[in-house]
Antibody
Framework: EVQLVESGGDVVQPGGSLRLSCAASGFIFSTNWMSWVRQLPGKGLEWVAN????????GYVDSVKGRFTISRDNAKDSVYLQMNNLRAEDTAVYYC????????????????WGQGTLVTVSS | DIQMTQSPSTLSASVGDRVTITCRASQSITRWLAWYQQKPGKAPKLLISDASNLEDGVPSRFSGSGSGTEFTLTISSLQPDDFATYHCQQYKDSRTFGQGTKVELK
């Protein structure tokens, strides 16, 4: 059974930093693109970042470019999101999600999600 | 950027009703569209990909249709377990979601 477990959410002041982690199990982690998706309070979903199987390619939504960094450790079956210079508008539940892949190709949607971790940016 | 617009934002319905949710893209996404179901406090669950491809284990009362810029999710006979929020997502160019449609009890 595929499992994704996020951790690291917390309350942080504007301008602060936080590192989210996602531990994966139940599948061959090193063969999957992985993503972070967030959900603002009472609102819709927003894709934040993704990372290729070997970490050689990364993508970000414009609003976090230069502030957030996605990384992964395939030896630990884990993906991370380093968030710097946090803003109030980054307040959200952050989900780790597995990209839907067929024959080594990532289609761009998500077939498994974690339960999320809450990040609150407030003074 | 491709914008996704869902309608309605909220839909009130009864058990047994036929329910249709619309998702419109700001430009053509051919059929690169997914639908998710999300219950309060839970993660989204993938229902449909490629506009009409039902995921394994998803009840056949769910169906998706459309191409280009207009898509629909239909629940043929609403069941108690279907009261939830539904999200569409395009993956033609990057990834963007609609704002969600809440299906509530009338």
């Amino acid at each position: 059974e595929v499992q994704l477990v996020e951790s690291g959410g917390d309350v942080v002041q504007p301008g602060g930093s936080l590192r989210l982690s996602c531990a994966a199990s139940g599948f061959i982690f090193s063969t999957n693109w992985m993503s972070w998706v967030r959900q603002l309070p009472g609102k819709g979903l927003e894709w934040v970042a993704n990372i290729k199987e070997d970490g050689s390619e990364k993508g970000y939504v414009d609003s976090v470019k230069g502030r957030f960094t996605i990384s992964r450790d395939n030896a630990k079956d884990s993906v991370y999101l380093q968030m710097n210079n946090l803003r109030a508008e980054d307040t959200a539940v952050y989900y780790c999600a597995r990209d839907y892949m067929v024959h080594g190709y990532s289609y761009g949607h998500f077939d498994h999600w974690g339960q999320g971790t809450l990040v609150t940016v407030s003074s | 950027d491709i914008q996704m617009t869902q309608s309605p934002s909220t839909l009130s319905a009864s058990v047994g009703d036929r329910v249709t949710i619309t998702c419109r893209a700001s430009q053509s996404i051919t059929r690169w569209l997914a639908w998710y179901q999300q219950k309060p406090g839970k993660a989204p669950k993938l229902l449909i990909s490629d506009a009409s491809n039902l995921e394994d284990g998803v009840p056949s009362r769910f169906s998706g249709s459309g191409s280009g810029t207009e898509f629909t999710l239909t629940i043929s006979s609403l069941q108690p377990d279907d009261f939830a929020t539904y999200h569409c997502q395009q993956y033609k160019d990057s990834r963007t979601f609609g704002q969600g449609t809440k299906v509530e009890l009338k």
